[in-house]
């Protein structure tokens, strides 16, 4: 397993209400445009995070994301390296009007359980939100500001993504 250098949180950007599955997120993400999916050749997210705070592996630990499928390495301040992008289900108000911190509490315990596992098993690695990438800065995504939650649940700093 190659290190990893980059733990990116996002959210499936749906209704707080919408119960999900990986088999949902793969077929939404591979299934081609004409038939309302995003056409990509794999899965946008590594894990997936469920209500109930069941993790499920979407992108096996052996194939971590070496290609750059959300702009992170744009421009001159360009982000590189191995990430990995957890996504819990949710991130959205009921109707989808806005972006909402809908994280369940059993989604807050595994969340902080794989972030505290990734910074013992890759002791370098940086945890960012979705929205903290700079092509994706308006995205509002994963719907909470991860650096303040991260340091609410005591992740050292030198793990915390800044801003430049």
């Known amino acids: 397993m190659k290190s990893i250098d980059y733990l990116v949180l996002q959210s499936t950007n749906t209704g707080e209400q919408k119960d999900l599955d990986k088999a949902h997120i793969i077929e939404q993400h591979t299934s081609p445009i004409r038939q309302g999916g995003f056409g990509w050749v794999r899965p ?3 894990y997936l995070v469920l209500q109930d705070g069941t993790m499920q592996t979407i992108i096996p630990e052996q194939s971590p994301t070496t290609v750059d499928l959300w702009g992170i390495s744009q421009g001159t ?6 990430t990995k992008h957890i996504a819990y289900v949710g991130g959205r108000t009921l109707k989808e009007a806005w972006s909402k911190d809908s994280r369940t509490g059993a989604q807050k315990v595994t969340l902080e359980a794989i972030v505290k596992f990734y910074i013992l098993r890759f002791p370098k690695v940086i945890i960012m939100g979705f929205d903290q990438i700079k092509s994706k800065s308006e995205s509002e995504n994963p719907g909470f500001d991860t650096a303040d939650w991260l340091a609410e649940i005591g992740i050292p700093e030198q793990h915390i993504f800044k801003n430049k």
């Open 77 to 82: 301040d360009g982000i590189t390296g191995i």
């Open 44 to 46: 946008g997210f590594d």
